[in-house]
């Protein structure tokens, strides 16, 4: 069911029990190898159906129940399943299935018995093409995956890896999809293939890889089929003249409509939502590398102050105070970075929340659902850097070292008692001198009177 244009493959239709595939022709003699697929999944429903597979096999594909292809393999296939047939939620996803050929496919289970690898992926109804990177180098299989919120072609992130895995040396690279009860478009719009060589090693040109002979009989399919294509191109124009098409295009340009060719309000206001989102997204990444950053930080420095306390106390008893102090002296300097730190990424949740009130709108509640747990997520972070800041000051105070309060300094015995007694007798006699003299005074001036 697949059908072939000038600009992609739609490999199935959104019709249901459709089933498609494209392989290569000749083998590849590639014994490390890295392949790019361009593709869209496209479908009007929330939950699509069944999926899309990327193959190395030793053998050509043919058409099976196995995402459009035969099952018992002898190779790898990396599956884009967009059904949940186990009901656990988990799809869409991606899950990486080997096989030497014996292997039935457990579909009740969507592979997760026999997955070497998987990651959930959401890769339907996305603004931009979903890119996927899979390498093959010394046993190592890596899939790497770009979600189609961004035009950055690089910005892939990272899915699955299996190592010690044992692939045919020679193989056909294809790719295939297939719809059930639900469907969806799937359509490739490239599908490039590498060559990977160790270092110090000359990779082979590519003249001599494929023959002249080959070469010339390829060239000769391509002309056929190009021929084919302008003929079936004129006899719809023939067919249809009311529909004026333009030379260059695929027949499915020439629905469009005038109101096609314009941007609609809605369609404005979807871009802008997926602009805000892209750069929620950006913004979410930077957060998540500057809590690694400072997660990181703190680790290393448990790691050296645990270090520190081990060889103090097996080998230096004797300067506990210099090296408490020294000890405090980098808790003092790291608290400052990490509040430093702690700034800036105040600063970015600032302007992402801005991004997000800038971005709202009804359409887009799965998106702010989404970005609400991520920062939920650095929210935990941030706990668990305060605990751990916490839990390290508390372990640089050695126990007997702890502040309290100071003890009282004894009063000082300045007066002995001898002295204590010899200056009550003296106070006394000039009290008594001052009675007598006052008395003198007032009989004296009786006298007057």
């Not at 244009?5 to 890295?34: C, H, M, P």
């Not at 000359?202 to 000769?220: L, R």
């Not at 294509?229 to 499915?252: I, S």
């Not at 405090?328 to 400052?336: A, D, H, L, P």
Request: glycine fraction near 8%; charged fraction near 25%; hydrophobic fraction near 35%.
């Amino acid at each position: 069911d697949a059908i072939p244009s000038a600009d992609q493959i739609r490999i199935t239709t959104s019709l249901k029990s459709q089933r498609g595939s494209v392989w290569t022709k000749n083998k590849s003699v590639f014994e490390y190898w890295e392949v790019e697929v361009t593709f869209r999944v496209t479908g009007r429903g929330r939950i699509g159906a069944d999926g899309l597979a990327i193959w190395f096999t030793e053998e050509q594909g043919l058409e099976g129940p196995v995402f459009g292809a035969a099952d018992k393999w002898n190779g790898v296939g990396i599956f884009f399943d967009s059904f949940d047939n186990d009901g656990k939620k988990n799809n869409p996803g991606v899950v990486v299935v080997g096989n030497n050929g014996n292997l039935l496919y457990d579909h009740q289970n969507d592979g997760s018995t026999q997955a070497l690898a998987s990651c959930q992926r959401d890769f339907r109804n996305k603004p931009y093409p979903v890119r996927v990177k899979i390498t093959y180098y010394q046993k190592t299989l890596d899939v790497l995956i770009n979600n189609g919120f961004t035009p950055d072609k690089e910005d892939y992130e990272f899915c699955a890896k299996v190592e010690d895995m044992v692939l045919p040396s020679q193989g056909y690279f294809g790719i295939s999809a297939a719809t059930g009860g639900l469907a969806d478009d799937h359509d490739v719009l490239s599908f490039l293939t590498f060559q990977l060589t160790e270092p110090g090693k000359e990779a082979p040109t590519p003249d001599a890889e494929i023959p002249q002979k080959d070469k010339e009989k390829y060239q000769e399919e391509f002309e056929h089929f190009q021929q084919e294509l302008d003929k079936k191109k004129e006899e719809f124009q023939k067919e249809h003249p009311d529909v004026q098409g333009q030379p260059g295009k695929t027949t499915c340009a020439f629905f469009l409509s005038a109101d096609d060719l314009f941007e609609t309000v809605s369609d404005r206001e979807l871009r802008q939502i997926f602009e805000g989102q892209n750069r929620i997204h950006l913004e979410i990444k930077q957060l998540n590398r500057q809590l690694d950053m400072i997660l990181d930080e703190q680790r290393r420095y448990v790691s050296a102050v645990t270090d520190e306390f081990a060889k103090r106390g097996a080998g230096f008893p004797g300067q506990q105070g210099q090296v408490s102090q020294q000890e405090i002296e980098t808790v003092v300097k790291t608290q400052e970075e990490v509040i430093r730190q702690v700034n800036e990424i105040r600063n970015s949740v600032a302007d992402t929340l801005r991004s997000i009130s800038g971005a709202q709108h009804p359409g887009s509640a799965a998106g702010v659902y989404e970005t609400t747990q991520h920062f939920n997520d650095i929210k935990e972070h941030l706990h668990v850097v305060k605990r751990d800041i916490e839990h390290l000051v508390q372990r640089n105070m050695p126990s007997s070292e702890k502040s309290k309060c100071p003890d009282l300094p004894p009063f000082p015995s300045c007066l002995s008692t001898m002295h204590f007694f010899i200056f009550v007798a003296v106070q006394t006699v000039l009290f008594i001198g001052y009675i007598m003299y006052r008395s003198q005074q007032e009989a004296a001036a009786k006298k007057f009177f």
